[in-house]
């Protein structure tokens, strides 16, 4: 016999991405403005707090939510840098990445047929996730127009309105846009008078340009029906080390960890040691990354603008999401990467409202960038 | 930030920024950036621009030593004539007063470790004020100037991801 996958699974075609990341695999010498993970390592001080926590043969499971050392200090800085109040007991759950966090609220609070409105163009879990789940995606495009900002306007038009849950990501992969309290103020009355669950994934909350990050949750009303998705990828250069956190009412926190106690048990203890030290002592590191970051942007902004190459101010994460040149988005990227060995990726690969577009990573150090930009430029020219 | 101390951290990094570059990083016009960088130089903020070399990677052989000195005073002398003096010397790279067991930080640097041997017994030793030296050579590098020498790490993030 041959071992044929679910239905579930076959309805759900493979990520985008691969293609293209078999394509730049197959060639030398690229420079990849592709990557969506920081170029930083850890800070050396969680690297070194999870090297002693080994030595000193700390290698078992931990509590299900997490350590609570752990989720005390998470509550205490989601509070210090964003006023969400959670406690740590309740309102705290420790997870594999904030992937598996969302991937346990969808399965959590998602019952067969529910609709989930997502946000596009978006990272590209969530719609699979929502399939997995169960649940039914309803796509909510965002344009140039709004600077890939979600308006109340492309909730109606899509018929968020009548979806049961809605999956936010602000600041946005792949489109580096960041969404103001004023901003969100809307779309959390929208969620209010239309009964919907908010699954708000901030996990690029602290790589802000502009102005600081609102959590949509802090919104009046809002806290008994969002959950929020960060960790210690993106701000603490972590990404391997998969740790993540959900935090939100503890009905929904206790539904999520039914799942995870089964599923996971616990998320990697070592990577939980890790977290505890960037938590006690990594701030000023966070803040220099986000300054190096900072100055990426402001150059490729400029040097996009010098080519004549649409891009809005993108002002989070570590990606702009410039027109592409040529209408087929695909098309160029490929011929961008054979012509000039450097990888960008095709707005396609994130959703609708995607194509024409190309997501263009600034994780990648100062000289590498700038040869890469000059590249783009010889091949546009 | 300040576009100043912006500039500056940006020059410590890549001295060879371009002016468009900087202007690009910092936000600010090109002419902005030229006036704030003059005016560093101008007021003995930016004393200079120098490669990092690493001279391991040449054919020509350097030596280098840390020196402790030890200096006695007295009302005629400070530590900073003392200090006037031994800067002349072209094979003096850094000098610098400490704190702790002795005085001064010296590094010096010649072409072979007989010439700085001689160096400082000749040039250095016999200053009235200098009691003792202690040298040090370097007997490798594996960084300087916050550059990390040697062959770097490879990135090894998938060239791709989401």
Known sequence: ????????????????????????????????????????????AAR???????????????????????????AADADRRYDLTYDPDEEVLVTTGASEGLDLALRAVIDPGDTVAVVQPSYVSYVPGVIFAGGEPLP?????????????????????DEADALVLCYPNNPTGATMTGSELEPIAEFAREHDLVVLSDEIYSELTYEHDHTSIATLPGMRERTIVFNGFSKAYAMTGLRLGYALGPPEAIAAMNRIHQYTMLSAPTTAQYAAIEALESCDDAVGEMRRQYDRRRRLVLSRFEEMGIECFPASG??????????????????????DQHVAVVPGTAFGEGGEGHLRVSYATGMSDLKEALDRIETFIS | MDLHEELLELLQENARYSIDD?????????????????????????????????????????????????????????????????????????????????????????????EVSHFISDKIAPIPEITQTVTHYHMDTYKTQGIVLGDGDDDDRLSISP
């Open chain 1, 48 to 74: 070194e707090a999870a090297i002693t926590s080994l030595e000193l043969g700390k290698t078992s499971y931990t509590a299900n939510r997490g350590r609570r050392e752990l989720r005390e200090l998470i």
């Open chain 2, 22 to 114: 900087l202007a690009r990083m910092t936000d600010a016009e090109p002419d902005e950036v030229e006036a704030e960088i003059e005016r560093l130089e101008s007021e003995g903020v930016i004393r200079g621009y120098q490669a990092v070399v690493d001279f391991e990677e040449t054919e020509r052989e350097r030596v280098r030593a840390i020196v402790e000195l030890n200096v006695t005073l007295d009302r005629e002398t400070s530590y900073g004539d003392i200090a006037d003096r031994i800067v002349q010397f072209p094979e003096v790279r850094e000098l610098r007063l400490v704190s702790g067991d002795y005085d001064f930080d010296m590094e010096v640097q010649g072409d072979s470790m007989r």
């Open chain 1, 1 to 44: 016999m041959t071992i044929e996958p679910s239905q579930r699974v076959e309805t759900v075609p493979p990520s985008g991405i691969r293609r293209f990341f078999e394509l730049a695999e197959e060639m030398d010498e690229i420079i990849s403005l592709g990557v969506g993970e920081p170029d930083f390592s850890a800070p050396w």
């Open chain 1, 140 to 160: 909510v495009p965002t344009t140039t127009e709004t600077d890939f900002k979600l308006t109340t306007e492309a909730l109606y038009e899509a018929g968020a």
């Open chain 1, 317 to 338: 994460a570590f990606y702009a999401f410039p027109e592409s040149p040529w209408d087929d988005s695909e098309a160029f990227a490929e011929a961008l990467l054979e």
